[in-house]
């Protein structure tokens, strides 16, 4: 009985494979049929199921080689010349642009599709700018201008309502900024350019930076401005070897409860926690110094003067309730 059933499905086995084999040959007999089939018309060229599929495979390909070529400029000749990141960054995004319109004008060649389509696309595109992609080309132009102008680039650390961050893409249609909390945010190229934009590094990475704080009246300004200045002097990320960059002390004001002191002084920012990582070491410094120093920060407090003393009198009702 085991023999009989081991032949049985011996002879099914060969029978499915039979089958497949049939399917196979009827679908590949039917594969020219389907690549010759004609799908619609442009212009009086038809356009084959063939052709659309060629047209796409090229598309993705080309897009996928045109990836790794300019990953390979910018590896082998744009990193050995003498080009900041920011315009590098704009020599790649414009020849990737270039070189994906030529791609596409390529396809539609291979594909038998006229340029006299594009009258048509133009007016539809018209169309659409009117009704609903406004915003679309607004942001296109903006991204345009951002990647010319360079109002901001690739590593600057802007601000934009209270939101500061570093700039990690500039696209054509969005601007990628990366928070203090590694979180992305996409930003519309024509929110920046309509709006005030903070950018702290612009021209370069050496910004300015205040540190507030107030001290009791009878504290000696002069004392306080002393100690001020030498825990700045010693801060190793503080800029000291330039004149118009050292460390100042401010008396700014006359505060209801204590004197208030501003130290400014000027560091190299490369991170955008670098102002806040200095700030708070300068705060431990100086609270260290205050206290041997005996230098003491005000608590709030308010005196309330009485011009005249009123009498009073507790009525029999009250005191009998005790």
């Known amino acids: 009985m085991f023999h009989f059933f081991i032949g049985n499905l011996s002879w099914d086995k060969e ?24 799908l619609f018309f442009i212009d009086e060229n038809p356009i084959t199921a063939g052709d659309l599929i ?24 744009l990193s050995r010349l003498n080009i900041d990141i920011p315009h590098r960054y704009t020599i790649k995004i414009f020849l990737f642009y270039i070189l994906i319109v030529i791609l596409f004008l390529i396809t539609l060649y291979f594909i038998n599709v006229p340029l006299t389509v594009f009258t048509f696309i133009g007016g539809a595109l018209a169309l659409g700018i009117g009704f609903g ?8 132009l903006c991204g345009i201008v951002i990647v010319s102008e360079h109002p901001i ?9 209270n939101l500061l961050g570093v700039v990690e893409n500039v696209g054509f249609r969005a601007t990628s900024i990366r928070s203090l909390d590694n979180t992305h945010i996409l930003i519309p190229n024509s ?32 004392k306080v401005k002393e100690v001020l200045l030498r825990i700045a002097h010693d801060h190793e990320r503080i800029l000291t070897y330039n004149k118009d960059q050292m460390p100042t002390v401010f008396f700014s004001d006359f505060g209801e409860s204590g004197l208030f002191f501003e130290l ?7 991170r955008p926690l670098d102002m806040k990582l200095v700030a708070s070491e300068l705060r431990m410094e100086i609270k260290k110094a205050f206290k041997k120093e005996k230098i003491i920060f005000p ?14 009198e507790k009525s029999e009702k009250f005191q009998n309730t005790f």
């Open 15 to 38: 029978k499915f494979f039979e089958k497949i084999r049939e399917i196979f040959d009827i679908l590949w007999m039917q594969i020219p049929t389907f690549w010759n089939y004609t």
């Open 54 to 77: 060629f047209g796409v495979g090229f598309l993705i390909f080309g897009y996928m080689g045109i990836r790794y070529f300019i990953y390979e400029i910018d590896k082998r000749i």
């Open 133 to 140: 992609a406004k915003n679309i080309m607004n942001n296109l």
């Open 153 to 161: 680039r690739v590593g600057d650390l802007i601000e934009v309502d």
């Open 191 to 222: 929110v920046i350019l309509e709006n005030s934009i903070l950018n702290w590094t612009l021209s370069d990475k050496v910004i300015r930076s205040t540190l507030k704080l107030s001290v009791t009246y009878g504290s000696d300004p002069e």
């Open 264 to 270: 400014s002084y000027w560091i190299v920012v490369n």
């Open 299 to 312: 608590f709030n407090q308010m005196d309330i003067h009485v011009k005249e003393t009123v009498k009073i």
